[in-house]
């Protein structure tokens, strides 16, 4: 069974975390949020002591079938409604800046 | 003659059915109470047209005989639902401007049946915090205050209803509980607050936290508004797919106050090193006017309790990370100025980092990080099989003829706002004893049940079965007939 390692979060992992996250984050912040990630993660590390072999992960609060209906279109011909929020939108699309070069 | 707006949905309901008041008078008497608010922060956005034109609606239905339970009853709605042409946005800067073109099914269910809005209510933002303190809008104010005049938190996340409710704002507001965010705030002001069974409400159009443990519930003035309003709010929808396809029982019908030969379990892990001797004595408290009521109370183990917060904040950030990728920059809410040469990915890192607030970036930060490749193991799903020995520890002792659970709601009483937390942790001990709860999916309840040294409510927790909200309530009614909580904060705002 893979457990927690006890090793600490560096800054370098802080910037590939928040990368993946995609939330920039300036460099000159980047210890403390380390450090934040050490306190939490050290706080759950707890979950080692737990012997959880052969338990399965929780589903359901008590044993339910899923809803099953007809596989077809519920909703839609709403374009203006879908639009309506965007920051920019354009000609009937959300409108970003250029993606492939 | 109480104010109106100090009403119960109860007392309301019976004079508005008799003619002794309109549905008009009491939405102004509430819509004033909002416009003398502004020191408690707790309602962000008013919405004084509609609710005039609901309560108009309400008056005909009522005059005709065609009135339900709820109708014309003046509520308060959390930031967190999505409210047709109403600004929603969690309390978050991400979601700015943000009007949904649709609505939730719990608000569609509530106006369906006659009830009227009288504004959105503040919280922390995307739900994530214990103290009201991470809100776009600014602080809530607890209308409570201690000895000295500090101003108090009506705690997390559900703060502006909370604070709505125990100020007479409205009659009662819509609140959501992701680890403790409707109860905690509920005892910390002197209220109701119920968090129901997971999938008894519908989660469609409420704005996503943590889906596996997001529940919506109401917070009232007494256990018997929660039933009339639960009953309200509930029901399978096709919208949620976790929603449960049983049937909405009357709560209200089941509050005989009767729980005799029921039996409440105390469970000995609650009983925390360093708990406040007035928790304590207030715990004993409950326990003996339950005996009084003619309940037997068992000691009980719940042997996982202390591994629930370590694996709800593995949970629920990760599921929060997921849920807020949505807040891309595109198609709703803000999007961060751009430089020269910026492309997508500047829009993402740039949009997010100037929309979402410290508290939800660390969350969704922290959930990246568990859910990354290497570590999905090792955290997440760990975490996810220690939720269901936390799980089995409550239907073992319900197999064994535990009806109810009886437990401290909170730590402490209000505590200051703008108190430093060197140590996000700290924080998150405030919900020691309600996030079992939503990791069992089980419906819990916060009851006020007495007062602090300094004068601040105090409220005690029960925890039932699954889908038994009703005798749930009728164990809470016992605790409320018996604490006789009819204390008010004085008018300082």
Redesign the interface.
Known sequence: METLSPMSIDVETARRVAKLARIKVEDADLPALAQDFNRILGFVEQLNEVDVDGVEPMTSVTPMRLKRRQDGVTAGGMQDKILSNAPDAREGFFAVPKVVE | MTDLNALTIAEARDKLRAGDITSVDLTEACLTAVEGSGALNAVVHSTAEIARAQADAADQRLKAGDAPDMCGIPLGIKDLFCTEGVASQAASGILN?????YESTVTRQLFDAGAVMVGKLNMDEFAMGSSNETSVYGNVVNPWRGADDTPLTPGGSSGGSASAVAADLCLAATGTDTGGSIRQPAAFVGITGLKP???RVSRWGIIAFASSLDQAGPMTKTVRDSAIMLKAMAG?D?MD??S??IPVPDFEAMLTGDIKGQTIGIPREYRMDGMPDEIEALWAEGRAMLEDAGAKIVDISLP?T??A???Y??IAPAEA?SNL?RY????????AK?GQG?????????T??EG?GAEV??R???G??VL?AGFY???Y?????????I?KDFDDAFAAGVDAILTPATPSAAFPLGQEFD???QM?LNDVFTVTVN????PGIAVPAGLDQNGLPLGLQLIGK??EEGALMNVAQAIEDRAGFVSKPAKWW
């Open positions: 401007g943000f009007k949904p073109e069974t997971y999938g399978h096709p797919s976790t449960a396809d996982h202390k591994y917060l370590p694996a904040y593995v990370s990728a891309d920059g595109v198609r709703y809410g803000h999007r751009l910026d492309g997508v990915t500047e829009m993402y890192e740039k997010r980092a979402f970036k660390r969704v930060m922290v990246t990080y990354s193991d090792a955290y799903n760990r975490a996810r099989k220690v939720r269901a020995l799980k140590d996000p942790v998150y990791l069992a999916g089980l699954p889908w």
